[in-house]
């Protein structure tokens, strides 16, 4: 019996896809447009639709909610550093050296200040809270292991949540104006490498 020959590629079917990544594209660029400009509580979807050419219907189908809609923005502004694959004993200094190299950048992204004019809204925060944990402090706690890895995992994060504050907030001279970023580095390693440490058993 002859094989089977393999159905034939349906070219419709890659338009419709490349139009669907298109229209999500545009919704989230206006998305990010109009958080920007405005903060999260005063925009609509009605409004982001208008900005982006599309129907309400369109953004819930695509999206679920404004507030989906926020966490892919969210997270396409701010993706998880590739350091915290490094290895437990490379871990402070490389994310030190990561904190102070971002610093050196300037102040944050005009979208995460933005939303900080939101950040007594519900859909925010649970956004937040929901990324901290389930993108940062339970991956971390998994890989430190040990005793306590969730509090030195959430530790770690209230350091790092810290520093991004104050540069958003461009609060005195940032880390980018040291005289000597090693000593930075360095310091900033320590405090890093105690919150990440396991709490040594009390003594007999």
């Given at each position: 019996m002859?094989?089977?020959?393999?159905?034939?590629?349906?070219?419709?079917?890659g338009?419709?896809?490349?139009?669907?990544?298109?229209?999500?594209?545009?919704?989230?660029?206006?998305?990010?447009?109009l958080?920007?400009?405005?903060?999260?509580?005063?925009?609509?979807?009605?409004?982001?639709?208008?900005?982006?050419?599309?129907?309400?219907?369109?953004?819930?189908?695509?999206?679920?909610?404004?507030?989906?809609?926020?966490?892919?923005?969210?997270?396409?502004?701010?993706?998880?550093?590739?350091?915290?694959?490094?290895?437990?004993?490379?871990?402070p200094?490389?994310l030190?050296?990561?904190?102070?190299?971002?610093?050196?950048?300037?102040?944050?992204?005009?979208?995460?200040?933005?939303?900080?004019?939101?950040?007594?809204?519900?859909?925010?925060?649970?956004?937040?809270?929901?990324?901290?944990n389930?993108?940062?402090?339970?991956?971390?706690?998994?890989?430190?292991?040990?005793?306590?890895?969730?509090?030195?995992?959430?530790?770690?994060?209230?350091?790092?949540?810290?520093?991004?504050?104050?540069?958003?907030?461009?609060?005195?001279?940032?880390?980018?104006?040291?005289?000597?970023?090693?000593?930075?580095?360095?310091?900033?390693?320590?405090?890093?490498?105690?919150?990440?440490?396991?709490?040594?058993?009390?003594?007999?």
């Amino acid at each position: 019996m002859p094989p089977t020959a393999p159905p034939a590629a349906d070219p419709a079917a890659g338009t419709r896809q490349r139009d669907r990544e298109a229209t999500s594209a545009r919704i989230l660029d206006a998305a990010r447009e109009l958080f920007t400009r405005h903060g999260y509580q005063p925009v609509s979807c009605r409004a982001i639709a208008a900005e982006a050419g599309v129907s309400v219907a369109l953004i819930n189908r695509y999206f679920g909610s404004k507030r989906g809609l926020l966490m892919e923005v969210i997270a396409l502004e701010a993706p998880l550093p590739r350091v915290l694959d490094a290895e437990p004993e490379e871990l402070p200094r490389r994310l030190a050296e990561y904190l102070v190299d971002r610093d050196a950048g300037g102040p944050s992204s005009p979208l995460l200040r933005a939303l900080d004019r939101s950040a007594d809204d519900p859909d925010l925060k649970s956004i937040w809270v929901e990324r901290l944990n389930s993108v940062i402090i339970d991956p971390l706690a998994e890989r430190l292991g040990g005793g306590d890895p969730r509090l030195r995992a959430s530790l770690t994060v209230a350091v790092v949540i810290g520093l991004g504050t104050l540069r958003r907030l461009d609060v005195g001279e940032s880390l980018a104006v040291a005289a000597d970023r090693t000593a930075v580095v360095d310091r900033l390693t320590r405090v890093l490498e105690t919150c990440l440490a396991e709490t040594p058993p009390p003594p007999d």
